[in-house]
């Protein structure tokens, strides 16, 4: 009988695993619960699947923060050329834009989930939808297939669970994949959301902002220790000088934000308490602000402050601003003292909010913790716990900037657990 492989979930890292271990000659079925395979995979990019990044090997790995080491195996096996070599061989070319962001030419994440189902489909794989494994069966340290919630049974010499993180639960990665790694023994680094928005303290004024962008700001973030001293915060991945963010009713988002998230959120699971210092204007100096400020007061003495400050932020916010300033009743900018003026550069070089958590687990874009890596081969992905278990994509203790790397990571693991479990598994069943 033809040695026989279980493949749970098929999203990203899922189908590249089934497709290859078939491609190697396995017979592969793939279990997914949702009605079709890859949904978050359409969802990914805004609907444009950001497929991987074009920066170099060394500058790719920072972007997973600390745990990134633990991929540098498996991209020198299987990385971004590879990735795209085959994906273009089902028909996605890609172009490279902003931030070496890689997307497919035709701006379809659809495109990229049908060509790895063709990839599968190719070579025989045995895609089932609407099954949803509950269990993986082990006999002495050994798998011996998989238990569906219909109470059927899949027998396999090896089994590869992709089930994704807790994330965005209506694409079906439920973190399930969390409970039955566990349950054969695994440890389970703490889920917390990641790339995710964060809500501030001050709710009237976020409200007041909702829906402002604002480009080319500087984001900074504060945390003080037990004993009162304050620092900077280090990020574990790298965070661009300056860039875009946006104010929700709840608090503040966009990239700059998600890409301190992680970090933010660690710090507040910490128990230390976390500040936003925003720089409006990252370009000038306080002095030059302040310069600056006091030469439209004198040019436009009788305008007020929120109107004067339409000319550096946009309407909304100044009037935010001004109200924060406390300088405005009735007086025109004539009538602000220059220690007065102090308050409003202040609030241009360093708008402080308190930062009160983040929205939940289900809201991140990726779900950071999970199965911890020193159990798992990072060249095979293999389980060091249970023989034939292999774990990959999202439900390991990996998660990264936005960008393109987390679908690289669960591409590059899904290829090389369905390479090892292909030749691995010869002769097993
Ligand atoms: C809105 C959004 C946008 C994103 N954009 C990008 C981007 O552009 N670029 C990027 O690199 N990353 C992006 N990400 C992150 C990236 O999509 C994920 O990290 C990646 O898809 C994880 O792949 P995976 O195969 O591990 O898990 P998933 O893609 O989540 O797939 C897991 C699959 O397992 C199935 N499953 C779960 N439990 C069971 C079970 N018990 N039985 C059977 N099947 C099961 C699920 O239904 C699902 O199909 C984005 C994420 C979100 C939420």
């Known amino acids: 009988m033809a040695r026989r492989i279980a493949v749970i979930g098929a999203g990203a890292a899922g189908l590249m695993a089934a497709g290859r271990a078939a491609e190697l000659g396995a017979d592969v079925v793939l279990l997914e619960k949702m009605n079709e395979a890859g949904k978050k995979i359409l969802v990914s990019g805004k609907s444009r699947c950001n497929i991987t990044n074009a920066a170099p090997l060394d500058q790719f790995l920072s972007h997973y923060g600390r745990n990134g080491r633990f991929l540098m195996n498996a991209f020198h096996r299987f990385f971004r050329d590879e990735l795209l070599e085959l994906l273009a061989r089902y028909g996605v070319n890609t172009q490279t834009e902003r931030g070496g962001r890689i997307f497919p030419i035709s701006s379809q994440a659809s495109d990229v989930r049908d060509a790895l189902l063709r990839y599968g489909t190719e070579y025989g794989v045995d895609v089932r939808y609407r099954s949803e494994v509950r269990e993986i069966a082990v006999e002495n340290g050994d798998v011996k297939g998989v238990q569906l919630a219909n109470a059927s049974r899949v027998s396999a010499g090896a089994v590869i669970l992709a089930t994704g993180g807790a994330s965005w639960p209506d694409t079906g990665s439920t973190g399930q994949g969390y409970l039955m790694a566990q349950s054969l023994g695994h440890t389970i680094r703490p889920l917390r959301p990641a790339l995710v928005p964060l809500t501030v303290t001050e709710r009237s004024i976020a409200k007041a902002l909702q829906g402002i962008s604002l480009r080319?700001?500087?984001?900074?973030?504060?945390?003080?220790?037990?004993?009162?001293?304050?620092?900077?915060?280090?990020?574990?991945?790298?965070?661009?000088?300056?860039?875009?963010?946006?104010?929700?009713?709840?608090?503040?988002?966009?990239?700059?934000?998600?890409?301190?998230?992680?970090?933010?959120?660690?710090?507040?699971?910490?128990?230390?308490?976390?500040?936003?210092?925003?720089?409006?204007?990252?370009?000038?100096?306080?002095?030059?602000?302040?310069?600056?400020?006091?030469?439209?007061?004198?040019?436009?003495?009788?305008?007020?402050?929120?109107?004067?400050?339409?000319?550096?932020?946009?309407?909304?916010?100044?009037?935010?601003?001004?109200?924060?300033?406390?300088?405005?009743?009735?007086?025109?900018?004539?009538?602000?003292?220059?220690?007065?003026?102090?308050?409003?550069?202040?609030?241009?070089?360093?708008?402080?909010?308190?930062?009160?958590?983040?929205?939940?687990?289900?809201?991140?874009?990726?779900?950071?913790?999970?199965?911890?890596?020193?159990?798992?081969?990072?060249?095979?992905?293999?389980?060091?716990k249970v023989t034939g278990l292999y774990l990959v994509g999202e439900v390991l203790d990996l998660a990264a900037d936005t960008g393109g790397f987390n679908l690289q990571a669960a591409f590059s693991s899904g290829y090389l657990a369905g390479s090892d479990a292909a030749l691995a598994r010869a002769g097993r069943q």
């Open 216 to 384: 080319n700001v500087r984001c900074t973030f504060w945390t003080e220790n037990a004993k009162g001293k304050v620092r900077e915060l280090r990020m574990p991945t790298p965070m661009p000088d300056t860039g875009e963010m946006l104010f929700t009713h709840f608090g503040v988002s966009g990239p700059l934000i998600l890409t301190a998230s992680g970090a933010v959120v660690e710090t507040l699971r910490k128990g230390q308490p976390v500040t936003l210092s925003i720089d409006l204007k990252p370009g000038m100096s306080e002095e030059a602000v302040h310069n600056r400020l006091q030469r439209e007061f004198e040019a436009h003495s009788h305008q007020r402050l929120r109107t004067l400050l339409q000319g550096w932020v946009p309407a909304s916010l100044a009037d935010v601003l001004a109200d924060l300033s406390g300088l405005e009743d009735d007086r025109h900018v004539h009538r602000i003292r220059v220690e007065e003026r102090e308050k409003i550069v202040a609030l241009i070089k360093n708008f402080r909010w308190t930062i009160s958590g983040s929205l939940p687990l289900a809201a991140g874009m990726v779900t950071a913790g999970g199965v911890a890596l020193n159990e798992v081969d990072p060249v095979s992905f293999a389980s060091r």
